[in-house]
């Protein structure tokens, strides 16, 4: 799992990313495909509080059911 701000652009360096670890081999838990988690196209989430704590709730079991994290 990459994690990172996927506003502004950050996305596409988290899907480049995403890419380069696939083939170099590693199994990636790829966060936004799994239950169409990609909310990119959102700039303020202020009024979204219902949908912030499912995302983080959603990243959270994603690291839970990681064998390794690194900063």
């Known amino acids: 799992m990459v994690c990172g701000s996927i506003g502004y652009g950050g996305i596409e360096k988290i899907r480049g990313l995403y890419a380069v670890l696939t083939e170099k081999g590693f199994d990636a838990i790829n966060h936004l495909l799994e239950k169409d988690m990609d909310y990119s196209h959102i700039y303020d989430f202020r009024?979204?509080?219902?949908?912030s704590q499912v995302i983080v709730e959603?990243?959270?079991e994603c690291i839970d059911n990681a064998d390794v994290s690194t900063v």
């Open 47 to 51: 009024d979204k509080l219902e949908l």
């Open 58 to 60: 959603h990243d959270l």
